[in-house]
Every structure is written in C-alpha cells, then in structure tokens.
C-alpha cells in the first residue's frame, strides 16, 4: 500500500505486468503522481489544481483495461471500474451515473475500515484472549494459572475445548431486498432497518456454550464492531474516496450517439451529460454523506473506432483534457505478452497442465509460431489484439488439454516445428472460408 510511487517506480512496475505501451503507462504515471503533488502544493494553490483525467484510445485486446486493473493492485487508493454502456440518463430504468461515485466511497470506507482492523488486531487478540481466559476459568481450568491459559490459547491447544460464556445474540442472517430496484449498490432504507435490528437484538446477551475457536470469532467481531463504530474511518475513507480516488470509465466510446438519429443515441448524449458534472466536479449524496467528486481521477478508455474523442460533448472532451493513444500490437508484442508477464498466458497454461501431472515446455520457438499465427490471424480476420493469443494456445495444447491425465503424463515438449505444423492446420481453415477461430 504505497501511495508515494514515483512516475517511474509506477511504470517500471505496469511493466511487469503490460508489454509495451509505454506513453499510456506514462500518461498514467504522471496523472496519479500529479495527485500526490497536489497534495504537497501549497494551500493557496491546491483547490485550485485538478486532476489529469485522461482517455486511452486504441482497437481492442491491447492493455487499455490491464493498464487500469494493474494500476488499481498497485496504488492503496480507491479504484472502481464502470462501464459507460451500463448507464442509463436519469429518469431511465437502469443505473444512474452517481452510482460510480456511491461505489468508490464504499470502497474506500471498505479500505480504512480494514486498515483499522488490522492495527487494532492485536489490541483486539488482547481483549478477546482475556475473555477467554474469564470463560475457561468458568468451565473448569480455574485451577491453571492465566499465563499458562493464556499460552495454551497461543498454541491452539484449546479450540475445540467447550466453553460458557455471555455473548450477544446473533442476528438471524437476512437480507432485506431494496424496495426500488436500481443499481443494488446503496440500500439504506435496508441498512436502517437492519441497523434498528440490530440495536434491539444486539444490546441482548445470552449465555452461550460454544468452542473456543468459535467463541473467539464472535468475540472478536463483537470487539472489532465496538471499536469501528467508535472510529473516524468512515470519515478517512470519504476523504479518502475525494482525494485519492480513481474511476475508470471503459467504453466511453459507445455512449457517443450518432446526431441524425433518435433513439438510443438520445440517451447516451443524455448518459455523457449526466456524466459532466461528476467529472467536472460536484457533491455526490451518498450512505455516509456528501462526496466532492472535484479530485477524483477519471482514466476513460475506448477503441474509438470509427469515432473520436471529438465526437463526444464538448464540455466532456474539456474534462478530459489528457489523450493517449495505444498502438496495434506487432508480432513481437505478442509473443513478449504470452512469454514475459510474470503471470503471462503460458505460464497459467502450464499451471494448468501440471495441476494434471503434465510438465508443458514450449520451445522458443514454438511460442514465437503461436504469436505468428495469432498475428495471422488478426490481420487476415478480426484484430482482437491479445486475446486472439489464448485461442491459437488451446489450439496447440488441444491433445494435452485433452488427453491429461488419462492418455498423457509427464514432460511434453513442443518444438518449433511441432507447433508450426499443428497450428499449419488452423490457419489453414481459410481455405475453405471457414475459421472455427
Ligand atoms: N500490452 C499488453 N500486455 C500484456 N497483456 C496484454 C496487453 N494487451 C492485452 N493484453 C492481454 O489481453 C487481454 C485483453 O486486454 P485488455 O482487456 O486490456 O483489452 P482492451 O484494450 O481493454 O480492449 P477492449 O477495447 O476490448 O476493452 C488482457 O487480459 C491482457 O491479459
Ligand atoms: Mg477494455
């Protein structure tokens, strides 16, 4: 959880995982680094500053989502995903727009909440233990000394030992249904209920005979539920949604509508400018309070094809004020993304094969014909990008795939020539017109 990356500490770590691209990785470096310089701006100056926001452009299948996704597992920050195609404009049936942002603070409210628990984990063992110790005492260890239970409780010793001791009452597990159907994200009304519930059966304590494992994991959300409801996370995690948070908007080019028609395209111009002000800036009512959306950091992406950034409303391509475009990618790329990325495509093949007792080796070679053919077949069918890499692979493994484990064990190695005559076959299929990829 570091949020003090350096633009090139953050490339050098999407480079890991992307191949290539580097003016997006940049763009994205730089766009969330401009955060943290934000932050140490001076006071006059820093409500003033806004965010990069940016969009990536590019066909499909070449890392505009990879490049968010990683980004998101690298920053502690907040991020949330959306597809711009899932809104519909206010007054519409569907999900309304803000509902990204109701999505973000409960991540981020989610994040300081766990933060929490896991400082207090210890301060909350301590508790816990002591009131195991009070229990076993009461059930027949009063003659062992506290140390020598307390050290017991540190070797599991005792877990399934029976104790008696008083608990609160458990809430009978239910869920109450949001009366308007709609995003299914914030359900106050149901909170509330559940809430009220709460009170009244919580506050009540039974006298309860359970495990010690058991009772140490009532004790503990009891101990950590007291402590959460005493903190300020849900107010570090607003501010943490405001200052830190990233939304990325993916498949911002298909709510640009086609100005001489009616119909759907009238919704989405109504989706873009039901998007403006969020991203322009405003306040998001949300469950646990009214959200500033002025510092969030947009990343929208699409493939643009046939269409531009220009075609969107103007006042949204203002907000958007950084483009980045992402090349095609070349044969080379494709054989560096199914070979280099420390989980790239043929090393979860090859996790999957050895799950089966079949130890897969792919010749150099062998990989540089997948990627050829998968460029092949980009260029003579659809340009998928990446994805075509997973198809050509099954394709190639298809008798191991198979055969493992009945009819094929052990090492099982591909060779060049081997892997160019099987796949020979598949881009063969054009011949009679008919590719099954
Ligand atoms: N440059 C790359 N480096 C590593 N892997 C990549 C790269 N490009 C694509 N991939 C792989 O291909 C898959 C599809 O890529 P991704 O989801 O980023 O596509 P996209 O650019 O968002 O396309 P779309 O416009 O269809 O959403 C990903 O699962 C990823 O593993
Ligand atoms: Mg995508």
């Not at 940016?54 to 996704?69: D, F, N, S």
């Not at 947009?298 to 493939?303: E, N, T, V």
């Not at 070979?339 to 990989?367: C, F, H, M, W």
Request: with cysteine; aromatic share 4%.
């Amino acid at each position: 959880m570091d949020r003090e990356l350096t633009p090139a500490q953050i490339v050098k770590w999407l480079d890991r995982h992307v191949i290539g691209q580097d003016q997006a990785k940049r763009a994205v470096a730089i766009a969330l680094r401009n955060r943290y310089r934000r932050r140490h701006a001076d006071r006059e100056i820093r409500s003033e500053i806004y965010p990069s926001n940016l969009i990536m452009m590019g066909p499909t299948g070449i890392g505009k989502t990879e490049i968010a996704r990683r980004l998101a597992n690298l920053t502690g920050a907040p991020f949330v995903k959306v597809e711009a195609t899932k809104y519909t404009e206010t007054g519409y049936v569907g999900r309304d727009v803000e509902s990204m942002v109701r999505a973000l603070v409960r991540q981020a409210v989610n994040i300081e909440a766990e933060k929490e628990r896991r400082d207090r984990k210890e301060q909350v063992d301590r508790v816990v233990n002591g009131k195991l110790v009070d229990a076993l005492k009461n059930s027949g260890y009063d003659s062992m000394a506290e140390g020598e239970l307390l050290s017991m409780l540190e070797t599991s010793a005792l877990e399934d030992t029976q104790i008696e001791m008083m608990l609160p009452d458990q809430l009978p597990q239910m869920e109450i249904m949001p009366l308007v159907p709609g995003d299914g994200f914030d359900n106050p009304a149901g909170e509330n209920i559940k809430k009220l519930m709460q009170k009244m059966i919580g506050g009540r304590r039974k006298r309860t005979k359970l495990a010690v494992s058991e009772a140490r994991e009532r004790l503990r959300e009891d101990e950590l539920g007291r402590l959460l409801e005493g903190s300020d996370h849900i107010a570090r995690g607003m501010n943490l949604a405001q200052e830190e948070g990233i939304i990325f908007i993916d498949e911002i080019d298909k709510i640009i509508g086609i100005s001489e028609s009616k119909g759907p395209e009238v919704s989405r111009a109504g989706v873009q400018r039901d998007l403006l002000p969020i991203v322009e800036g405003c306040t998001v009512p949300t469950r646990y309070g009214p959200v500033v959306t002025d510092h969030i950091l947009f990343i929208a992406a699409g493939a643009f094809h046939g269409s531009s950034p220009a075609d969107l409303i103007p006042e949204l391509q203002g907000r958007f004020p950084m483009r980045v475009e992402l090349a095609p990618l070349s044969e080379d790329d494709l054989f560096r993304i199914l070979t280099e990325p420390e989980n790239s495509l043929l090393r979860q093949y090859t996790a999957l094969l050895k799950a089966d007792g079949v130890d897969i080796r792919l010749s150099p070679k062998a990989a540089r014909e997948v990627a050829r053919v998968a460029n092949h077949l980009n260029e003579e069918t659809e340009d998928i990008g990446a994805r075509r890499l997973r198809p050509v692979l099954s394709y190639l493994l298809d008798e191991q795939l198979f055969g493992a484990p009945d009819l094929v064990r052990g090492t099982v190695t591909i060779s060049g020539s081997a892997a160019s005559s099987i796949l020979l076959d598949l881009a063969d299929r054009r011949e009679d017109g008919n590719y099954i990829l």
